[in-house]
């Protein structure tokens, strides 16, 4: 079946991206929330103080690595699945539908 949350980036990924590019220098993370169909851009430290400590420290390794490589950290949440996977992406990418 593939990556169904990968592919709801992909499906999202103008709105993803200018989203991201809207905030300038700011390096937000984002979020995708998939029943709400809406994208939200977080400041990073907000963002973190709400996960655990393990996440945290995850999110922070992410963070750091994508932000040297010109990337950006994508979360995708699925309320009825009860996940939160996360994704790093790359700003320059032109996904292809």
Same mark, same amino acid.
């Given at each position: 079946m593939g990556d169904a949350y990968f592919f709801a980036i992909q499906e999202q990924w103008p709105n993803i991206r200018g989203l991201y590019m809207a905030c300038g220098r700011q390096e937000p993370i984002i979020l995708y929330d998939i029943q709400e169909k809406k994208i939200y851009a977080y400041p990073y430290k907000?963002?973190?103080?709400?996960m655990s400590k393990?996440?945290?420290a995850s999110l922070e390794h992410d963070y750091k690595?994508?932000?040297? *490589?010109?990337?950006?950290?994508?979360?995708?949440?699925?309320?009825?699945?009860?996940? *939160?996977?996360s994704y790093t992406m790359s700003i320059d990418t032109e996904i292809i539908q």
């Open positions: 907000e963002f973190k103080a709400e393990r996440s945290q690595s994508a932000s040297a *490589l010109g990337s950006m950290v994508v979360f995708v949440r699925d309320n009825i699945e009860r996940k *939160l996977v």
